[in-house]
C-alpha cells in the first residue's frame, strides 16, 4: 500500500511563505500525476497544484505565481512552495499521488495564515 505523509505546514502571517513536503514510499517515477489539494473548514477539497510525468505542471488560478511544486525524486518527495500567503489560503493541505496502482491521499498537513 503507498503511503504519503505530508509536512512543513504551520501558522504564519500574512506575506509569509511555507514549504510543504509530502514524501512517498514508492519512487515519485511511477506516478503519472503528483498533486496538492487544500480543503478549508465548511468548503468543497480544491487542486491547488499538479505534476504531471515528464515535467509538466498547472495551477489554480487562485494561486497567480505564489506556489511552485516540485518533484525530488532522490528524496522520494514532492514539494510545495508557498510565497505571499494570505488568510484565505488557511486549509489543510492535501497530498494526491495517481498512477496504475491507483490513486493514494494523504492525512494533509495545516496551514493557517493570520492578518
Known amino acids: 500500500q503507498v503511503q504519503l505523509v505530508e509536512s512543513g505546514g504551520g501558522s504564519v502571517r500574512a506575506g509569509g511563505s511555507l514549504r510543504l513536503s509530502c514524501h512517498t514510499s514508492?519512487?515519485?517515477?511511477?506516478?503519472?500525476?503528483m498533486s496538492w489539494w487544500r480543503q478549508a473548514p465548511g468548503k468543497e477539497r480544491e487542486v491547488v497544484a499538479m505534476?504531471?510525468?515528464?515535467?509538466?505542471?498547472t495551477y489554480a488560478n487562485f494561486v497567480k505565481g505564489r506556489f511552485t511544486i516540485s518533484r525530488i525524486s532522490a528524496e522520494n518527495k514532492v514539494s510545495l512552495e508557498m510565497t505571499s500567503l494570505q488568510p484565505e489560503d488557511t486549509a489543510v493541505y492535501l497530498c494526491?499521488?495517481?498512477?496504475?496502482?491507483?490513486?493514494?491521499w494523504g492525512r494533509g498537513t495545516q496551514v493557517t495564515v493570520s492578518s
Open positions: 505534476s504531471f510525468v515528464p515535467g509538466k505542471t
Open positions: 494526491n499521488a495517481a498512477g496504475p496502482s491507483g490513486e493514494f
Open positions: 514508492e519512487r515519485t517515477s511511477i506516478f503519472s500525476s
